[in-house]
């Protein structure tokens, strides 16, 4: 009976209001002959008091169950006193306004959740699976397990994490990375669930499924964090607590000085706490929400609140503040000597061009008459194309170093070595290298902040930074120290590789910085940020010209995971409000010791799992907006409170100084606030970043 009756309380509302209607019409028409006795009117204002109080007495007796005095108990018992006063009028509309109020919070509080509901309906229910016998039918997505090969048609859903092993075509994943623009997919791509493939057709294997998608974790992640409570909350939850009982006992008390039961039930309803307790709630869920469409995924209320303080970013460099896409830019290799000697190749000495065959030589800057633009790589001083295999066959021959290693070889090694790593310094190597016999690797070590070493065909092979050849044991020559310091004023990340503790190859690599992101972090600026701070592994000089070239507070090179996060950590005892930004994996123990981490481009588990706040796709657009409105978030639930606390200040500031404050009206003041509230964080899911 209690189920069907709260099951009901809508309607119950909707009769309420029209029993209401009819006992004033009969009110106002009880003077006119014919229209009968007004008291036909209080049986239908006691009918409609009964009626409404119903659902109410309900939610409070079992609230009352579990030892808690609800909003419901202070409503339940006004409307039981102002009934037992036969005050009939007050008691039927403060139940219709309470019931009717709840009626609108709810609707507007769906509102707020909109988002993750949004993001609900993106999930796909079906897929086209390969059968035993070659075709493709319809199932439910349920029915894909890892390793099923799907097939994907224009305007259909990706229903798993998956890579294309046949096709392409454009992918929309706003659903993934807030972001519209389609992205173009073909063999080995992968694609992600809860995208759509805007047009052609692929087939995928399936990698990850269900909950365990990336879609799946979002909006697991998003659905705990809308449920998370703060400290504001926890306090708000804890005070009301003891709030609500205190009013009864206030309203108890009033009745023993005064006997004016009256002023005793009115307490009871002015009171209520009703758009304190839900004023914070429905600010973290509207902000949550607009974070979740726009791709940026808010771990809680209590992440909201402490982002909304930061006031020192530190910034990872690669992939983060620059492109993520570096190349070689230029080239340097040395003999078998040259660590002991410091010399190149051959006698001591770096063969010149002409004594190479079938070398042309490099023009210099002012030799390039008539060439305004900026010179291209192997164009510039100092700047070197890697030779092509037989180019590097003619080096080895002038060299005469062929009783060792061939430059053919060592090429061979390291690319044997990079090609299983995913480092972006590893791409651009094995990009510049290109096609070589590559050899098994028998054994590696990655070593955090260095570089890696392995072995192949027996060569112990270093491949890293200055600090990794000095942990080997590798001599840097005056040449090659000559070398590293024009590679570095240059700007070049230097990579410098080594066989059996020899030096032999050192590569400048060079990685763009992102379009946009010095105007954004003047954004970051502007919201309060006053500390931009970038570690980097890189060297100290590249570092440097990055951090000139943006405006950073703060730069430092030659920095390991370790060292990171021993920073991060004097920054935090200095006082400030850290957030790291970085990429959620070479980065996990800053993300983990600030107090925000922040990973861009998150589709990893370790990027979902470890930060706090985690940019979906590689827009760092999206980092002041994501700052932006964490500190709107953060100011609506203030403006909320103030609302909530202000409007009970009044209700009872009027009920004392003035004549005309009765249940009704202090009924109708408290929905209304309540309704305040919730437009006012509704807000929050329309809201856009306008700094410039």
């Not at 492109?323 to 078998?336: F, R």
């Not at 190749?345 to 002409?354: C, M, Q, R």
Request: hydrophobic share 45%; glycine share 10%; charged share 25%.
């Amino acid at each position: 009976m209690q189920r069907f009756i709260l099951g009901k309380k809508n309607q119950i509302a909707l009769i309420n209001a029209v029993l209401i209607a009819i006992a004033f019409a009969g009110k106002l028409l009880a003077d006119k002959p014919g229209f009968g006795h007004a008291g036909i009117s209080h049986w239908v204002l006691m009918a409609a008091s009964i009626l409404g109080v119903l659902p109410i007495a309900i939610q409070a007796y079992q609230a009352l169950r579990v030892k808690v005095v609800s909003i419901d108990v202070l409503v339940t018992m006004a409307v039981v006193g102002a009934f037992l006063i036969k005050n009939f009028e007050e008691s039927a509309i403060v139940t219709f306004l309470f019931l009717f109020g709840d009626f609108l919070e709810k609707r507007t509080l769906e509102k707020t959740r909109s988002a993750i509901k949004e993001l609900t309906e993106m999930a796909p229910e079906s897929a086209l699976k390969k059968m035993a016998n070659g075709e493709f039918a319809e199932v439910p997505v349920d029915e894909v397990d890892i390793g099923d090969i799907l097939l994907v048609k224009t305007g259909a859903k990706v229903p798993v994490d998956g890579r294309v092993i046949s096709g392409e075509g454009s992918v929309n994943e706003a659903a993934i990375t807030g972001e519209s623009l389609p992205v173009r997919k073909e063999k080995g791509s992968r694609v992600f669930a809860g995208t759509v493939l805007d047009n052609g057709t692929i087939q995928i294997v399936a990698e990850r499924v269900g909950e365990d998608t990336t879609f799946g974790k979002i909006i697991e992640l998003v659905e705990e964090a809308q449920n998370s409570k703060s400290k504001a909350e926890r306090f708000i939850d804890r005070f009301s607590k003891y709030y609500t009982p205190a009013v009864l006992i206030l309203g108890i008390v009033a009745w023993l000085i005064s006997r004016n039961i009256e002023l005793a039930i009115t307490i009871l309803v002015l009171g209520c706490p009703g758009a304190l307790v839900i004023g914070v709630p429905v600010s973290n869920v509207a902000g949550i929400g607009n974070g979740a469409r726009n791709g940026i995924l808010l771990k809680g209320s209590e992440v909201i609140s402490d982002f909304s303080r930061v006031d020192t970013v530190v910034f990872d460099k690669t992939g983060t503040l620059t492109v993520g896409n570096p190349s070689v830019a230029e080239v340097e290799y040395y003999g078998d000597n040259a660590g002991d000697t410091g010399e190149g190749l051959g006698d001591n000495k770096t063969p010149s061009v002409d004594e190479v065959p079938g070398i042309e030589e490099t023009l210099t800057v002012g030799e390039t008459q008539g060439i305004d633009e900026t010179p291209a790589v192997g164009e510039a001083p100092g700047i070197y194309e890697l030779p092509a295999i037989s180019e590097k066959s003619a080096i080895d021959k002038a060299a005469n170093i062929g009783e060792t290693l061939s430059i053919d070889e060592v090429l061979g090694y390291i690319a044997s070595v990079e090609r299983e790593s995913d480092h972006p310094l590893a791409r651009a190597i094995l990009e510049k290298i290109g096609e070589v016999t590559h050899s098994p690797v028998e054994s590696t070590e990655v070593v955090k902040g260095g570089g890696i070493v392995a072995t192949v065909n027996g060569h112990r092979i270093a491949i890293g930074n200055a600090a990794l050849m000095e942990r080997e044991n590798v001599e840097i020559g005056e040449k090659a120290k000559a070398d590293l310091a024009r590679f570095e004023k240059k700007g070049n990340s230097l990579v410098l590789s080594a066989v059996d503790g020899k030096l032999r190859v050192l590569m400048g690599i060079r990685d763009q910085v992102r379009p946009g992101v010095k105007e954004d972090l003047q954004r970051l600026k502007k919201l309060g940020v006053k500390n931009l701070v970038m570690l980097s592994g890189d060297n100290q000089g590249t570092v440097d010209i990055v951090g000139r070239e943006l405006g950073l507070t703060e730069a430092h090179g030659n920095m390991s995971p370790v060292d990171k996060s021993v920073y991060i950590k004097k920054l935090i005892e200095r006082g400030q409000t850290v957030a790291f930004v970085g990429d959620g994996v070479n980065d996990s123990p800053s993300l983990a010791l600030a107090n925000i981490g922040i990973a861009m481009g998150g589709g990893t588990d370790v990027a979902i799992e470890t930060s706090d706040v985690v940019l979906m796709n590689s827009d760092f657009s999206r980092l002041p907006h994501a700052l932006g409105l964490a500190k709107a978030t953060a100011g609506n639930m203030k403006q909320n409170i103030s609302i909530a606390v202000g409007v009970v200040l009044f209700l009872l500031a009027a009920l004392v100084f003035s004549e005309w404050m009765n249940m009704s009206i202090g009924m109708l003041v408290h929905e209304s606030s309540i309704l305040v509230v919730i437009m006012n964080g509704m807000r929050l899911l329309r809201y856009k970043l306008k700094l410039k």
